[in-house]
């Protein structure tokens, strides 16, 4: 038994030790950036008000939009989820691939393409 607490005694010192110093042999993870972004939009000749919000985290981004017509009257409603992936390659390419899903999260929609920054 004092072998098990003199050996636990050690780790517990050598390991505050490398963590202290910064050589810990557990690996750090590192997260990529996460954004929100949110908006509003009214279309003005068919009177319909938008709200949108999405989230991203590093090449992933989750979004949803939100609907209100002139009938519906404060009454918003979802009209879309969003899942969208872009992956750069290099500093001016970029490849994207936009999925839309309906209110019932039925798949409505896939757009896949590349952008050229100048």
Same mark, same amino acid.
């Given at each position: ?20 110093? =910064?050589?810990?042999?557990? %690996?750090?993870?590192?997260? %990529? ?19 949108? =919000?999405?989230?991203?985290? $590093? ?14 009257? $404060? ?12 992956? %750069? ?30």
């Amino acid at each position: 038994m004092k072998t098990l607490i003199t050996a636990a005694t050690v780790l517990v010192a050598t390991t505050t030790l490398a963590l202290a110093e =910064g050589d810990s042999i557990i %690996p750090e993870v590192v997260w %990529p950036e996460m954004s929100v972004a949110v908006g509003a939009e009214r279309e003005l000749e068919a009177e319909v008000n938008s709200l949108y =919000g999405s989230v991203s985290m $590093g090449a992933i981004s989750v979004g949803t939009t939100l609907k209100d017509t002139a009938l519906d009257s $404060g009454s918003f409603n979802v009209s879309k989820y969003e899942v969208d992936v872009e992956q %750069p390659l290099g500093s001016h390419v970029s490849l994207y691939m936009k999925n839309d899903f309906d209110d019932g999260f039925k798949h409505s929609e896939t757009v896949v393409g590349g952008k050229i920054k100048f």
